[in-house]
């Protein structure tokens, strides 16, 4: 079993930055990636940021060059900093453990509002 416990999130004024923490415990091991996702009113979750267990990093193309996802193992947490927010960003934030044989885990979520 993995928990996921995410944080870090809140309201912002566009342009403003915000870190996200996911704090990750229980069985490590056979991860095959991890990652942020996020669910706007309205609409379907849709992938943020990936990070693989070698390091690798891939974004979507609507947050590239402002959002860096990024890993501490000695700490078990998995961070997101968004810089240049803006109010399309507004959404739930989830991160996820994919491991394999199919294990899929998810937090809770954490609110991001970028509003003037």
């Known amino acids: 079993q993995v928990q996921l416990v995410e944080s870090g999130g809140g309201l912002v004024q566009p342009g403003g930055s915000l870190r996200l923490s996911c704090e990750i415990s229980?069985?490590?091991?056979?991860?095959?990636?991890m990652g942020w996702y996020r669910q706007a009113p309205g609409k379907e979750r849709e992938l943020v940021a990936i990070?693989?267990?070698?390091?690798?990093?891939n974004y979507a193309d609507s947050v590239k060059d402002r959002f860096t996802i990024s890993r501490d193992n000695a700490k078990n947490t998995m961070y997101l900093q968004m810089n240049s927010l803006k109010p399309e960003d507004t959404a739930v934030y989830y991160c996820r453990v994919l491991k394999r044989y199919g294990m899929d885990y998810w937090g809770k979520g954490t609110l991001v509002t970028v509003s003037s």
């Open positions: 990070i693989t267990t070698g390091g690798s990093t």
């Open positions: 229980g069985s490590i091991s056979a991860i095959i990636h």
